[in-house]
């Protein structure tokens, strides 16, 4: 299955974003990478109405990802790079988990 922003409203990752915003960029990038089903929730360009985001993760930068497979709430760009990757990268859980569905070692 593709990765995709406007997969259905269940998506277990919700990624808070800006129109043009180069860090959010880098973040949808590898979202779509790892095939990772995610909403995209556009925020107000002022930074002082970004209150929606501001509730959820308690900073009104963005972006920010919340997934709820694994309960992380995060932001800044670096940061949830690091996350995607270790979490769903080459090094991650996924491909743990794929390697014990195969009974690798």
Do not use: W
């Given at each position: 299955?593709?990765?995709?922003?406007?997969?259905?409203?269940?998506a277990?990752?919700?990624?808070?974003?800006?129109?043009?915003?180069?860090?959010?960029?880098?973040?949808?990038?590898?979202?779509?990478?790892?095939?990772?089903?995610?909403r995209?929730?556009?925020?107000?360009?002022?930074?002082?109405?970004?209150?929606?985001?501001k509730?959820?993760?308690?900073?009104?930068?963005?972006?920010?990802?919340v997934?709820?497979?694994?309960?992380?709430?995060?932001?800044?760009?670096?940061n949830?790079?690091?996350?995607?990757?270790?979490?769903?990268?080459?090094?991650?859980?996924?491909a743990?988990?794929?390697?014990?569905?195969r009974?690798d070692?």
């Amino acid at each position: 299955m593709e990765a995709s922003a406007t997969a259905a409203s269940d998506a277990p990752i919700t990624f808070y974003r800006l129109q043009a915003c180069p860090y959010c960029e880098r973040v949808a990038r590898l979202l779509n990478e790892y095939d990772l089903e995610y909403r995209s929730r556009f925020v107000e360009p002022m930074h002082s109405r970004r209150d929606v985001v501001k509730r959820v993760a308690g900073v009104r930068s963005v972006p920010v990802v919340v997934d709820e497979n694994t309960g992380v709430t995060m932001a800044e760009s670096a940061n949830i790079v690091d996350y995607l990757e270790s979490t769903y990268g080459e090094d991650g859980q996924r491909a743990d988990a794929a390697a014990e569905s195969r009974g690798d070692d």
